[in-house]
């Protein structure tokens, strides 16, 4: 990870679990005080990692920095090895593009994403990919949930032993607060219910089983399902949004042979804004005969990260992932999940399944 608390997943997730904060004045923006005044928008950046970038640069800055963290993590070999990249893929993963955001059509939107974004990112970190094993989503917050099913196909059909999953997301550069401002989704003076702007890059290495002992990983976390509705047409009504997170967490509970009642680590993408919060109190309406609540652990990223969009939910993985690690029960299990501006809901589940 590369995110306003640390350059790394393991400080990261240790200052989320401890609930930590570093939240600064952001130069992009002024908005009303209340008392006829202006004042900067506070936000939670990456110090000092991607300032004086915005959109793609941005977004390179950040993932280049999650996957510096990812390569020491890892081990992985060198460029010369051919064999081993070869039979690697990776996937990035983009917010949904909005014209009044980005100023990219939805026609240009294939070209940029891939000639704007991955193409110059692998050239800086001097990853060789091949061309064919490059695919982009673009399905913002719900976009881990894509890229899993994605994941899979590629590694049945194609044949590859691996998949680097890379998500990257700014909401600090002065378009971004700009088009947030203007939708009224800002936490400022005058709007004490809002979203507090962050930045964020988290990456994930998903291997086939006989890959990952080949290369001797210590311990085994697996994404065992995973689940995303759409809805044509925009945001819906919180209670429907709920109702389908609620479908959305039950089946990949079902899927994996969870007991219930569920009483693992929920990681909510929850930032401040009301349909998001009144979305989740639906969503706990339906659950409440199948989840423990009281017994679950509840982590939410963005009260110490801030709203990082499309990376929430690859920070989220993370954060479970770093909850698994540290259990003593080694058939604990966490969920992500996550909703979209678009009217999507996903949930992820991660469980550890053998001995370190």
């Known amino acids: 990870m590369a995110t306003a608390l640390g350059y790394g997943a393991v400080g990261s997730c240790a200052a989320i679990r401890a609930g930590l904060a570093r939240p600064q004045e952001l130069a992009g923006l002024q908005v009303g005080d209340g008392e006829g005044g202006s004042r900067p928008i506070t936000g939670l950046p990456v110090s000092e990692f991607a300032e004086g970038f915005f959109l793609a640069g941005a ?31 990776l996937i990035a993963l983009t917010p949904r593009i909005d014209e009044a955001r980005f100023g990219w059509s939805l026609e240009q939107r294939p070209r940029a994403l891939m000639e704007d974004f991955v193409r110059p990112l692998l050239s800086l970190q001097r990853l060789p990919v091949p061309a064919e094993h490059l ?32 998500a990257a997301d700014s909401y ?42 080949a290369r001797g990983a210590s311990w085994s976390i697996q994404a065992s399902g995973e689940s995303s509705t759409a809805s044509p047409g925009g945001r819906r009504a919180a209670s429907e949004l709920g109702r389908t997170l609620a479908e959305s967490l039950l089946q990949v509970l079902r899927a994996a042979r969870v007991p219930m009642p569920y009483h693992g ?29 009281e017994h679950c652990l509840l982590r939410v990223p963005a009260e110490s990260l801030g709203e990082v969009g499309v990376a929430s939910a690859a920070v989220g993985a993370g954060v479970a992932i770093s909850d698994l690690l540290r259990s003593a029960d080694m058939t604990a299990s966490a969920v992500v999940c996550s909703l979209s501006d678009a009217g999507e809901a996903s949930a992820v589940l991660f469980q550890q399944l053998r001995e370190p």
């Open 265 to 293: 680590s929920l990681v909510l993408d929850l930032n401040g804004e009301e349909w998001k919060s009144a979305a989740w109190g639906h969503a706990q309406v339906h659950l409440r005969e199948h989840v423990d609540f």
């Open 59 to 89: 977004w390179i800055r950040l993932a280049a920095g999650s996957l510096d963290d990812l390569r020491h993590a890892t081990e992985w070999p060198p460029a010369s090895d051919a064999l081993f990249w070869s039979r690697t893929g």
């Open 172 to 213: 600090v550069d002065a378009p971004s607060l700009e088009w947030m401002d203007g939708q009224g989704r800002l936490k400022q003076p005058r709007r004490p219910v809002g979203l507090i702007p962050g930045q964020a890059g988290a990456c994930l290495l998903v291997e086939a089983e006989g890959a990952a002992r």
């Open 135 to 166: 695919h982009v989503t673009d399905s913002g917050h719900c976009g881990l949930a894509v890229a899993l099913r994605e994941v899979r196909r590629q590694l049945s059909e194609r044949g590859l032993e691996r998949v680097i999953l890379v």
